[in-house]
T-cell receptor
Framework: GAGVSQSPSNKVTEKGKDVELRCDPI?????LYWYRQRLGQGLEFLIY????????KSGLPSDRFSAERTGESVSTLTIQRTQQEDSAVYLC??????????????????FGPGTRLTVL | SQQGEEDPQALSIQEGENATMNCSYK?????LQWYRQNSGRGLVHLIL?????REKHSGRLRVTLDTSKKSSSLLITASRAADTASYFC?????????????FGEGTQLTVNP
């Protein structure tokens, strides 16, 4: 079946502009995650959705960052008034989070190809 | 903050040799996962090892987990040029809501033909 998709694949914007990044998770996956990866570094967690609600937004770096999810499917990550330090690859992942997740040992996450954001 | 730390940061080997990458972490975990990333884009899940497991195999991959030392290793046997990529370990602590993954900085593996 189809994997996680993200759009656009590349986005170049000017400092101060707003951008929207889109993620289409695997159908039926209840959990959705956004991560950010700066050049040559590991992934930083941004936000997690279970269904349409976001119980964990602790990774969002500032109030310029927001995200929403609708229909327990598509999610958009919005960055307002972009800054040069926002330049990174933004990765989305989805997972099927079952009941009794912890004692079942957890699930893998399936990643999309990412959106490379460049802020000039 | 990054919990996992991979070692070495970069590894260059000849085709056919084995590659070993190590990962250390700081807090207790529910599971530890290894991912591969080509060209700085999407990650591919390789293997998941649960906290009550010590060793796991998948094809040419062998993962070990030592929870007493809070460390894991990934062994790729009989490496191929196509194995060239960045490899990340990620921990799931099972405590935080949604069990987000905490990634290390990665090991860049280069397999020379």
């Amino acid at each position: 079946g189809a994997g996680v998709s993200q759009s656009p694949s590349n986005k170049v914007t000017e400092k101060g502009k707003d951008v929207e990044l889109r993620c289409d998770p695997i159908s039926g996956h209840t959990a959705l995650y956004w991560y950010r990866q700066r050049l040559g570094q590991g992934l930083e967690f941004l936000i997690y959705f279970q269904g349409n609600s976001a119980p964990d937004k602790s990774g969002l770096p500032s109030d310029r960052f927001s995200a929403e999810r609708t229909g327990e499917s598509v999610s958009t990550l919005t960055i307002q008034r972009t800054q040069q330090e926002d330049s990174a690859v933004y990765l989305c992942a989805s997972s099927f989070r079952k009941r009794h997740y912890v004692w079942r040992g957890g699930n893998e996450q399936f990643f999309g190809p990412g959106t490379r954001l460049t802020v000039l | 903050s990054q919990q996992g730390e991979e070692d070495p940061q970069a590894l260059s080997i000849q085709e056919g040799e084995n590659a070993t990458m190590n990962c250390s972490y700081k807090t207790s975990i529910n599971n530890l996962q290894w991912y591969r990333q080509n060209s700085g884009r999407g990650l591919v899940h390789l293997i998941l090892i649960r906290s009550n497991e010590r060793e796991k195999h998948s094809g040419r991959l062998r993962v070990t987990l030592d929870t007493s030392k809070k460390s894991s290793s990934l062994l790729i046997t009989a490496s191929r040029a196509a194995d060239t990529a960045s490899y990340f370990c990620a921990t799931d602590d099972g405590e935080t809501s949604g069990s987000r993954l905490t990634f290390g900085e990665g090991t860049q593996l280069t397999v020379n033909p």
